[in-house]
């Protein structure tokens, strides 16, 4: 199935431009463009876009409004089911579930799914509107751990049911990676995130922050001490991985999450801030998922020459689509199927680079993808002053730790079934701390769920 109008392309600041600076890529649709995108949209009896949206949005419906230019009725329909469309049409990869499965990209392009959901989402911000009530109390506490997209859903949908709900968060700022990880120039913090959990809070949810649960408190003890009726725990998977090679206790090699903490929480690249960090000439990133893409992106608005180290091909690449091409189009240079062995130091320890072996794909491995194998004889060195290594990233280990009987799997993820119940009775979990490092739609699905089976968990006790 075809359509005959192309879809509307979005409007992004110039490449060499935005290479320089923090401000957003992309500048979203405006009216005419978004109504003009939506009246593409079948609005078919089956949509197959809804069922590949891991909170099923009415997508049809939204987008229908949008065409007929009601931007209030598309927003209150997409606020059934998301408090964060302006974050989601920002960063979900729409090209793998709505958009993947959306009829029109069969021979031709899918609709714009994602940046219409932006559009609605931007313009309730823009607009002050806001479609959340307080629901009367029905004199239940329900304790959330992390104010990620996972706690967040978790805790708005909850809220909505007339729990009395508290978000427990480490950090002094809310939104989890959506405040510390993606950079400003993906996500903007004040204009966008800062605006979707205001309006979590305006369901009537609390949150406290600089308050790490299994330090200031256990899980136990809300239960137990402070009336909790159950917990849900979305706390993520902020560890970050090693390669465990030669040199990687040089002066110069950090995690990508502390290089992108440093910079996006404590705004490194902003001179009203204090806050150190070192990029030197050259940085190499090691890894080619979204982080992998967010750190490099950052290195070079920061003034670096940015490498990208990947050890597979760029078939294989996971970052998104969107953002490979974007890093491309800011000069970011590529070595694929390269696999660093030792990282080289300088006789004062700082690196001065890093040497590298060439890789050619073989068989699948058990993810599927053809796995890669060293070339014998290949090696060779890249120099660079800086290595940020990007390779994915577990579960902290303090909550499972001071939670006895918490059930955890050989990666330290907690284990829960699919609607969040742990191996405890009251503990529900969810997000990444489940399932290790993913995205943040599937967190926020994670999170609904869950607030179901607590629903039916407290409800049930009640009995
Ligand atoms: C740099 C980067 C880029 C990404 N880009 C994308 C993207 O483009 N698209 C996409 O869909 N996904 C992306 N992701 C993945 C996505 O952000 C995560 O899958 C998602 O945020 C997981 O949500 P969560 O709620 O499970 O955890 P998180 O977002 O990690 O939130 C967990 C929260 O829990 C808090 N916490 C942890 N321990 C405790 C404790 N003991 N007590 C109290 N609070 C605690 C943490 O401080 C944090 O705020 C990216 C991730 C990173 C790191
Ligand atoms: S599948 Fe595509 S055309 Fe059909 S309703 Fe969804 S967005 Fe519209």
């Known amino acids: 199935m075809a359509n005959k109008i192309p879809r509307v392309p979005v409007r992004e600041q110039d490449p060499k431009v935005r290479a320089t600076n923090f401000e957003e890529v992309c500048y979203g649709y405006n009216v005419d463009e978004a109504r003009l995108e939506a009246s593409r949209c079948l609005n078919c009896k089956k949509p197959r876009c809804v069922e590949s949206c891991p909170v099923s949005i009415q997508i049809p419906q939204f987008i229908a409004r949008v065409a007929e230019g009601d931007f209030e009725s598309a927003a209150r329909i997409i606020a059934e089911d998301s408090s964060l469309p302006s974050v989601c049409g920002r960063v979900c990869p ?144 902020g560890l970050p991985r090693f390669m465990g090679i030669p040199g990687e206790n040089l002066n110069g090699v950090v995690s990508a999450n502390e290089f992108l903490t440093r910079t996006n929480l404590m705004k490194a690249y902003d001179d009203q801030y204090d806050t150190p960090i070192y990029v030197g000439q050259r940085v190499v990133v090691v890894g080619g998922g979204n982080v992998a893409m967010d750190a490099v992106r950052t290195a070079k608005r920061l003034g670096a020459e940015a490498f990208i180290v990947y050890r597979r091909s760029e078939a294989e690449l996971p970052a998104r689509v969107e ?53 014998p004889g290949s090696e060779f060195e890249i120099e660079c002053d800086v290595v940020i290594m990007a390779l994915g990233t577990s579960p902290n280990p303090l909550i499972a730790s001071t939670t006895a009987g918490l059930e955890t799997n050989r990666r330290g993820c907690i284990v829960a079934d699919e609607n969040g119940q742990t191996s405890r009775e009251g503990i529900f979990a969810g997000g990444d701390t489940v399932t290790g490092a993913a995205t943040v739609i599937l967190a926020m699905g994670a999170g609904r769920k869950a607030a179901k089976a607590i629903d039916n968990y407290i409800r049930n006790k009640k009995q």
């Not at 009530?133 to 909850?158: E, W």
């Not at 200031?216 to 998977?237: C, K, N, R, W, Y």
């Not at 660093?340 to 073989?362: A, N, Q």
Request: negative net charge; aromatic residues 6%; glycine residues 12%.
């Open 94 to 237: 729409q090209e793998t579930q709505c958009e993947g499965s959306c009829i029109l990209g069969i021979k031709g392009e899918a609709v714009a799914i994602g940046k219409l959901e932006r559009f609605v989402g931007d313009w309730s911000i823009e607009h002050g509107k806001t479609f959340a009530t307080v629901a009367p109390t029905n004199g239940y506490k329900v304790a959330v751990v992390g104010s990620g997209p996972s706690g967040l859903a978790c805790a708005a949908d909850l809220a909505k049911l007339g729990y009395e709900v508290t978000i427990f968060e480490a950090l002094h700022k809310v939104g989890g990676v959506l405040e510390y990880g993606i950079p400003e120039f993906r996500l903007p913090k004040q204009k966008v995130v800062a605006k979707e959990v205001e309006n979590v809070k305006r369901l009537g949810v609390k949150i406290e922050t600089d308050t790490i649960v299994g330090r200031t408190a256990t899980v136990d003890q809300l239960m137990d001490e402070e009336g909790f009726s159950a917990v849900f725990i979305g706390s993520g998977a």
């Open 323 to 375: 953002e490979v091409h974007h890093a491309k189009e800011e000069g970011i240079d590529f070595r694929m199927l390269t696999n660093p062995v030792e990282v080289l130091g300088d006789d004062k320890g700082w690196v001065r680079g890093i040497r590298c072996i060439r890789m050619e794909l073989g068989e699948p491995d058990e993810s599927g993808r053809r796995s890669p194998v060293e070339i």
